[in-house]
């Protein structure tokens, strides 16, 4: 017996919670560079020409972070963090420090105010947890989406990832492969629906 179910953000291990940022630039010359090595778990839009969205979980934060620290937007990403929530970001400081830059403004979104994005944007931005519970085999399956996870003991998934990334990496492939996990994908896809409606047809 396998099962999938969305689960609160707040029940998720802390790597897998998501952020929503909002980021002003004067210049636009930092997001192109960012969105040059912009990694797979993480999504930008721009909202106008110097501000957009940027959001993922918390491990994909630090990945940035980690392998791309000379970025100007990330060193303004690190002092955020550092001033949000430093224990989550710890040990990511290089020994000579960082001095932010002046001209990169952030804001953390409420997932209510991601619930008031238009339907495109919101799509793109509002993340679910899902929790798998049943045999590793059909776990395999759940893992072939290859979205943000972690194990957290025998027989169970945790995911998290934006409403977009669900439908077409989880929920799609599970309901057109004559999947075993067929009904749970089902399931879950109208609990989305009843959450979003105005995202889900």
Known sequence: MAELRLIPEEKLPQDLQPLVLEVWAESETPLFKLFERLPRDLAADRLDRRRFLLSGPWMAF????????????????????????????????????????????????????????????????????????????????????????EIPGPGRLLLCASLADLLVHLISPLLEGGSPLREGAQRLWEDLKREVPDCVM
């Open 62 to 149: 630090r990945a940035l972070l980690q392998e791309h620290l000379d970025l100007k937007f990330s060193k303004a990403l690190l002092v955020y963090l550092e001033g949000l929530r430093p224990d989550r970001v710890k040990g990511l400081r290089p020994r000579h420090g960082v001095i932010p830059p002046q001209d990169l403004s952030l804001a953390l979104l409420s997932r209510k105010e991601v619930l008031e994005l238009p339907p495109s944007l919101k799509a793109r931005h509002l993340y679910f947890g899902v929790e798998f519970q049943g045999p590793e085999v059909l776990a395999l399956q759940v893992l072939k989406g290859r979205l943000p996870f």
